[in-house]
């Protein structure tokens, strides 16, 4: 017997266009190709501007034949559905062949000049990682490529709100030739949030530099700025002070061995932009810079630091012990540190009492991640005290090095002591203990 009933229809066929596009919000390039074909509501659907907001484009720099079919993709629909464009991420991985960059640079350019026609709501850009400093790039595609760049910012900065450059390593003429871009139109920036982190090439001290602060005070309403120490002075400071105090609320600061960051800083210079921003917040990260005499000279009492990150690869110094910082140094932020990270090779310095002692005397510490030769007992005492209210710890993460290959035992131990906390752990802590054999 013949059957002539309508075939049943899929319950994708009558989901809601809002709910096709929240799913199509997830697919990449290659995926939404393939739904648009589906029938012609999915391809409506996928052709939506709601779905074109945001982006990131991914340039390897020894791309796969799949990598580079995604990339040819997500570069394709950029051209076809760019003005719907409002955050834009770059990202580049690992260029180590001199034949990458001048690739990169043509399609860099053919990019910005698509946006630059079409595009008029673009408010965050993100190109992280460029190196310009690096043997792969020849000076003529480097200068090239800045000059597109530049053009580009001087066009969309009416609109930009967020402009983030890490690890750009241009000059200092170069550098601040790109900010001075954003504020050709009005000779001021009204971006609220800028990352320079590692913007400058390693050794210049930015600090010094004039150009830098008239630069600098051309941005008027900045929120949230992240940068390296080695672009600090009283004269920083005091522009920062002048011109975004009404608006100023973090300063995130990187501080690199390889930098200068042995200029003197007053903390009347901190005290006075910190009582004209009162919402302001600082957050250091130090890599590989932790001798007690050169933090000394950084983290003023002035400062209003939230967040403290240290990381040391130090093996064996005789000159470097970390003590008279957990003891003396962090301590008197006691009333606003809230975060702290530490990766310490203290091999030959217990420091379980000093560490313990400092979470007990910073009140509003909560997030404590660690990385160091401690003992398990260490871990122990911490949620002991935090039981018994004497801390206020949300956040425990702590790795445990030990030079024995062996760590059965401390395993065991650890998961004594979660099962003695447990109860505490799952309903108020993000925890994460573990054992690494050195």
């Known amino acids: 017997m013949e059957d002539n009933s309508e075939p049943e229809q899929s319950p994708w066929g009558h989901l809601p266009d809002v709910c096709l596009r929240r799913v199509f919000h997830w697919l990449d390039n290659g995926d939404r190709s393939n739904a648009a074909l589906v029938c012609k509501k999915w391809n409506w659907a996928i052709h939506s501007g709601s779905l074109w907001r945001r982006r990131t484009i991914t340039f390897y720099g020894q791309p796969s034949r799949e990598e580079m079919l995604e990339l040819q993709s997500a570069l394709w629909y950029l051209r076809k559905f760019g003005k719907y464009l409002e955050r834009l991420e770059i990202k580049l991985w690992n260029p180590s062949n001199p034949a990458f960059?001048?690739?990169?640079?043509?399609?860099?350019?053919?990019?910005?000049?698509?946006?630059?026609?079409?595009?008029?709501?673009?408010?965050?850009?993100?190109?992280?990682?460029?190196?310009?400093?690096?043997?792969?790039?020849?000076?003529?595609t480097r200068a090239q490529f800045l000059k597109d760049l530049s053009t580009f910012l001087k066009r969309m900065s009416k609109w930009l709100d967020y402009l983030n450059l890490k690890g750009a390593r241009v000059t200092l003429e170069e550098g601040c030739e790109l900010l001075n871009s954003l504020t050709c139109l009005t000779n001021e920036s009204?971006?609220?949030?800028?990352?320079?982190?590692?913007?400058?090439?390693?050794?210049?001290?930015?600090?010094?530099?004039?150009?830098?602060?008239?630069?600098?005070?051309?941005?008027?309403?900045?929120?949230?700025?992240?940068?390296?120490?080695?672009?600090?002075?009283?004269?920083?400071?005091?522009?920062?002070?002048?011109?975004?105090?009404?608006?100023?609320?973090?300063?995130?600061?990187?501080?690199?061995?390889?930098?200068?960051?042995?200029?003197?800083?007053?903390?009347?210079?901190?005290?006075?932009?910190?009582?004209?921003?009162?919402?302001?917040?600082?957050?250091?990260?130090?890599?590989?810079?932790?001798?007690?005499?050169?933090?000394?000279?950084?983290?003023?009492?002035?400062?209003?630091?939230?967040?403290?990150?240290?990381w040391s690869y130090n093996f064996r110094d005789p000159d470097w012990t970390m003590k008279p910082t957990l003891t003396n140094l962090i301590p008197v932020y006691w009333h606003v540190l809230q975060k702290l990270t530490l990766r310490l090779n203290n091999d030959y310095e217990p420091l379980d009492d000093e560490l313990l002692q400092l979470t007990l005397s910073c009140q509003r510490l909560l997030f404590l991640k660690v990385w160091a030769f401690l003992s398990v007992t260490f871990v122990e005492r911490l949620l002991q005290n935090r039981a018994e209210g004497k801390c206020s710890l949300t956040t425990i993460k702590v790795g445990i090095y030990t030079a024995r290959e062996e760590t059965s035992e401390e395993d065991r131990l650890l998961r004594d002591i979660y099962m003695r906390f447990k109860c505490l752990i799952d309903s108020e802590i993000n925890y994460f203990v573990v054992i690494h054999s050195m």
């Not at 910005?112 to 190196?131: A, C, D, H, M, Q």
């Not at 609320?249 to 200029?263: A, G, S, V, Y």
Request: charged letters at 20%.
């Open 101 to 140: 960059t001048p690739k990169f640079q043509v399609t860099m350019r053919g990019l910005f000049s698509r946006l630059v026609k079409s595009n008029s709501r673009l408010v965050s850009l993100s190109i992280e990682y460029l190196g310009l400093d690096c043997f792969v790039w020849e000076n003529v």
């Open 190 to 310: 009204s971006l609220s949030e800028i990352n320079i982190e590692d913007f400058f090439s390693f050794h210049i001290p930015v600090f010094s530099s004039t150009l830098f602060y008239q630069t600098m005070s051309k941005f008027h309403s900045l929120v949230v700025l992240t940068f390296n120490y080695n672009c600090i002075s009283d004269k920083l400071l005091n522009t920062l002070r002048k011109h975004s105090a009404h608006s100023l609320c973090t300063l995130n600061i990187k501080c690199h061995i390889h930098d200068p960051h042995r200029q003197v800083v007053r903390g009347t210079s901190w005290a006075n932009l910190s009582k004209r921003a009162p919402k302001l917040s600082v957050n250091f990260f130090f890599e590989r810079v932790t001798k007690h005499d050169h933090l000394a000279r950084i983290l003023l009492v002035e400062i209003p630091v939230r967040s403290i990150s240290l």
